[in-house]
Every structure is written in C-alpha cells, then in structure tokens.
C-alpha cells in the first residue's frame, strides 16, 4: 500500500506563504461545480425551455427559470448522486424555511456544494 | 400518451405491479431508525410536497422513504387502474421492494392519509403508526364530491381557467412555464385517464373499522379546513389518536403551514425512534 506523499511544490512552500495555489484551487473547483449545475438544470428542465436564459451565479430557480417543485426535485436527485456522499442535502434541506428554498439562486446552490455550511 | 419527461438520476425508479414508479430514499440508513413512508394526495400534489416542507426535516431522526404515486409526478401514467386498492397495492410492492421488513410508520396527505388508513386497516402488522395530515376518508356522498374537485371537465382547456382551477385547488399565483407544466400534467391525469371515474367508484370507509384499529394516530387538520370533521371522527373512533387543529388553517397544511407541520411531524418522529 502507498504510504502518504507529499508534492514536491507543497514541500517547497515555506509555511506562512499565502497559499496561492489553494485559492486558485477553489476557484477552479466552484466553476467546475457550476457548471455541472448549469448542465444539471439544462438537463432537467430540457434545452428547448432556456432559449434565451443565461444561467449564472444570480439566476433564481423560481422568478427565472421557473422550475417546478417536482423538476428541483430531480434536480437534487443528481446532485446528490454526483456529491452526496461529501455534501449534507438532507441537512441543508432541512435547515431551511419553505421561502428561503423558493428563493434560491443558482450561485447558493453552488455556493453551498463547494462549501457547506 | 406522452408522459412528461423529467430526467432523473438512474436508481430513482422502481418497478411496481407494471408501473415505472419515481421513489427517493433519504436518510443515513443507519440500523435502528425508524422507517417513514410518505403518500402525497391527488393529482396537483406529488412528493415534491413533502420533500420541501417535512421531509428532510424528519430524515434527520429517521429513514424516510418517498414516492410519487402512480400517475404522478415522475411516475409512470396508466391509462387506467386508480381506484384505492391500485395504490395500496403499489404501496406494499414498494415496501418489498425496498425490502423494509418491520413495522412502518406512514404519514399521508390528503388521499395520501385514505390510503394510509386502509392499508393500516388491511395489513395491520405493517404498520407501526400514523401521521395523518387533513386525510380524507370516504363517507356518503364523498366519491362524487372528491371526483369533481379533481376534475378538470368543467373548465376549459386555455390559460385562464386552468389558473382558475388552481386557484380552486390552492395554487394561486402559479404563472408562466410552471403554469403550463402542472396545467398539463392535471389535464394529462384527469382527462386521459380513469381516476376520475375509479374516484367515483370508491365505496364509504367503514367508520366502525376505525374503533378496531389499534395503531396510534396523530391527526392534524385545519380549524378551518372543509373536511375537518374527519380529524373529530378519527379522535372519536380510534382507540389511539391524537388531533391537532391548526388554528386559521385550510386543508392545503404543508404549503400554507409547513413549519407547524414539521414541528408536529419531528416530535411525531422522535416519539416514534424512542419507541413511543
């Protein structure tokens, strides 16, 4: 078996320096889980229905995509087949009114894949 | 008949009595919680309903296990095939299927709560409590009255009456896409297929069976709910029950009063996890 390693770039980083490359990391890792969102949302409301829509960070599943409750719930079906075993839906669902989940955008969602609260 | 394609992820499928039903699992599935089985009512309801407002909320205590009943949601639409029995028998195909083998505790909304209670009645020992949230049950002259609020026959097809229908049916405000998304899956249920004429068929539930049940109920209606009678007869009939009145309420609990709902539903469940 492996034992643990250490990339030769980390073990250079003297400890203090900010560390660039984690920010960097993130970055990366937030536009990468938008846009498994962003073709989550196209697959489950279908490309005929978002002619037009650009989806974003401020897009609101409600006032703009106007997405059916049963449609989010397929939706959430997906994310928790791609990220449910590191993201607590059933804990984010449930700490949440009714109108706080009616008024989610995309970018919360987003936001709470790459970092849950 | 087209259904209307939502793509879902591959294991949220199961086949039941030749029916592709839309079922969704939630909960850490640890050994010893309590298994929790949610039935949503009619035709504009799926398990949507319980998935925003109690759902999570209880799967934070127990393994809740939801569905859309056939016809709904993303389920699979027969043409025909939806009198009660249909869907109890759906129900325990289900349970097999996902191999629960003790005791279940059932919360039903709506129809969800009729066919609660009949499976309770019929198959007693798989059933270890209730939450019943504004269930109907039959009593004269209920069939004919439950068909026409499900029917779409007295209105037209275009954009007005069918925001008029539901409005009626308590979903006011509905606009645009969405709109025209639940307009066509209702009319795509009430006009193609046989629910209405099953609904009508449906005979009265025997009130006096209830005085032989002995699985407990938490009942919980609306003060102001037009079928609030029922939580009496339940209180009155059943030698185990417990009516909750939610002052100011109507019959649609989970989208008017949700956080009510889920408080009684959590202290419901954490009674039902202690054994209680």
């Excluded at chain 1, 073990?11 to 920010?23: E, Q």
């Excluded at chain 1, 989806?55 to 049963?70: H, M, R, Y």
């Excluded at chain 2, 066509?184 to 006096?208: G, H, K, M, V, Y």
């Excluded at chain 2, 649609?252 to 539903?265: E, G, K, S």
Aim: charged share 20%; aromatic share 6%.
């Amino acid at each position: 078996m492996p034992g643990p390693s250490t990339t030769p770039d980390a073990a250079a980083r003297p400890a203090g320096t900010p560390d660039r490359a984690s920010v960097q990391s993130r970055t990366g890792e937030r536009d990468r889980v938008l846009s498994d969102v962003v073709a989550m949302i196209t697959e489950v409301i279908g490309p005929d229905e978002l002619v037009g829509i650009d989806i974003g960070d401020d897009t609101s599943f409600q006032e703009d995509l106007e997405v059916e409750s049963i449609e989010f719930v397929a939706l959430s079906e997906q994310l928790m087949a791609r990220y449910g075993a590191e993201v607590d839906f059933v804990g984010w669902m449930a700490s949440m009114e009714l109108d706080e989940i009616i008024a989610l955008t995309v970018g919360d969602l987003v936001d709470f894949v790459v970092a849950p609260a | 008949m087209t259904p209307l394609a939502v793509p879902v992820a591959a294991d949220h499928h199961l086949q039941v009595n030749g029916q592709r039903l839309h079922v969704l699992r939630l909960g850490s599935g640890a050994s010893g919680r309590p298994k929790v089985v949610m039935i949503h009512g009619l035709v504009v309801d799926n398990l949507s309903s319980f998935y925003f407002t109690i759902a999570n909320a209880v799967a934070v205590h127990a393994d809740v296990y939801l569905y859309d009943l056939r016809g709904h949601g993303l389920s699979s639409i027969p043409q025909r095939s939806y009198h009660l029995g249909d869907h109890i028998a759906d129900l325990l195909g289900l349970l097999e299927a996902w191999e629960i083998d003790e005791p279940v505790h059932l919360v039903g909304s709506s129809y969800g709560g009729l066919i609660a209670l009949e499976t309770a009645r019929l198959r007693p020992e798989l059933v270890a409590s209730m939450l019943l949230l504004e269930a109907h049950f039959p009593v004269e002259g209920w069939a004919t009255q439950m068909a026409g609020t499900v029917s779409l026959a007295t209105y037209g097809l275009d954009d007005d009456s069918t925001r008029k229908w539901l409005a009626d049916n308590g979903m006011d405000g509905t606009v645009g896409r969405k709109l025209k998304r639940m307009a066509a899956r209702a009319n795509l249920l009430a006009r193609s297929t046989s629910i209405i004429e099953d609904l009508q068929a449906e005979q009265p539930f025997p009130l006096a069976a209830l005085t032989a049940m002995s699985c407990p109920v938490t009942a919980v209606y609306g003060e102001r709910s037009d079928i609030v009678e029922r939580g009496h007869d339940l209180e009155r009939l059943l030698p185990d029950a417990r009516l909750h009145l939610v002052a100011g309420a109507e019959h649609r609990l989970l989208q008017d009063v949700p956080a009510q709902v889920r408080d009684i539903a959590v202290e419901w469940v954490t009674a039902a996890a202690l054994g209680g």
